[in-house]
């Protein structure tokens, strides 16, 4: 998209009544991007493999982000998110990957703040920062969002420094591997220590994995997670779902009590995180207060562990969340985290009538 039909967009989208603002980003959007950068728009994360992810090695440290756990929160969401990624590059080098999406009217990366990752020869220059800011603004004006929750590094902080209307606390519960079993069960909260005991006697763990998935196991997972949870997916997400458990990046704990399932719990397993992804339990069974929700979850957590693993993340949530079933699902899983990771996300607003 050429300067003159990008700012007629945003002059459609975004209606700035500041004459000198407007001819203000009419010259910036004039400019021609230059020669040594290239931005792919709307990237799909699908399609970069691992050699090209290897660019980029602080991802694996962010496993969340990684492509191949994508497919079930897009498939899933019902407020249909919309991608903008997008993608930098420098000659024959990609220096910059952005992974975004849109969802009724928040920017996210599946509720998690927006994230740049930089490859070893990423410099920010001047003309980056300003191609950097246009693609933000491009995303906010699309979005109709008041601002872009980001984690930002430190040269892109300076660089944005003027575009922070405002801070957000993240907050991920985790589990660190590295301890022994035991240290982790002692960890735990006092009155899920009995639970997870009771569970032991209880109910039989089966973990469905690339080493045992059959056609059979992987129907009764899929049946019982929609016959529990309401929700039903569409063929392809359940593919991908499969497919991630056949090439083990992600496995099921399932749970049964006298040989019927009373449990499933999907986790997600990256280069050195494991993330727990979702979950479905009996009803008739949790509103009897039986407890099959404990011993699984610490089942999942252990199975991690003895992968080689060397954290886990249960869960995620913002300061200023004030949704009550997030808020008590967090509580939940932070009875089994040994430590809780807060990070500082800026928000920021390019809808200001200036480019940086």
């Not at 003159?4 to 975004?14: A, G, I, P, V």
């Not at 990752?117 to 920010?124: G, K, N, Y």
């Not at 040269?155 to 240290?183: C, M, P, W």
């Not at 699984?296 to 004030?322: D, E, R």
Request: with cysteine; net charge positive.
């Amino acid at each position: 998209m050429n300067g003159d039909r990008l700012y007629s967009f945003l002059k459609r989208t975004y209606n700035d009544s500041n004459d000198k603002t407007a001819l203000e980003q009419q010259k910036f959007l004039n400019k021609k991007l230059p020669q040594s950068y290239e931005v792919q728009r709307n990237f799909d994360l699908h399609n970069i493999n691992k050699i090209r992810l290897q660019n980029f090695p602080s991802i694996y440290d962010e496993h969340i982000y990684l492509p191949h756990i994508l497919e079930d929160h897009i498939n899933d969401s019902y407020q249909n998110p919309l991608n903008h990624s997008f993608l930098i590059s420098q000659g024959d080098k990609e220096i910059l990957l952005c992974p975004v999406y849109t969802e009724s009217h928040r920017i996210t990366h599946m509720d998690f703040p927006v994230k740049f990752f930089q490859s070893e020869e990423f410099l920010l220059d001047k003309n980056l920062s300003r191609i950097i800011s246009l693609e933000l603004k491009n995303i906010q004006v699309k979005s109709e969002t008041k601002f872009i929750p980001v984690i930002l590094t430190p040269s892109l902080t300076k660089a944005f420094f003027y575009k922070i209307i405002g801070h957000d606390l993240y907050y991920r519960a985790q589990v660190d591997l590295n301890l022994s079993s035991e240290l982790l069960f002692k960890n735990l909260r006092k009155s899920f220590k009995s639970l997870v005991n009771w569970g032991k006697r209880n109910i039989d763990i089966k973990i469905i994995s690339s080493e045992n998935i059959n056609h059979n196991s992987f129907v009764e997972f899929k049946d019982f997670y929609e016959g529990v949870s309401g929700k039903k997916k569409a063929q392809s997400e359940w593919s991908s779902i499969k497919s991630q458990i056949l090439n083990g990046t992600a496995f099921s704990v399932n749970g049964y009590i006298k040989n019927k399932l009373c449990s499933v719990s999907l986790f997600f397993v990256g280069e050195k995180e494991g993330y727990y992804g979702l979950g479905a339990y009996d009803k008739k069974l949790t509103e009897k207060k039986v407890p099959i929700s404990q011993w699984p979850m610490f089942a999942g957590i252990i199975h991690l562990k003895k992968k080689m693993k060397n954290i886990v993340t249960l869960g995620v949530i913002y300061n200023s969340c004030q949704d009550k079933k997030e808020l008590d699902i967090f509580h939940f899983k932070l009875g089994f985290c040994t430590d809780v990771r807060q990070e500082t996300v800026s928000l920021l607003n390019f809808l200001d009538g200036k480019l940086n």
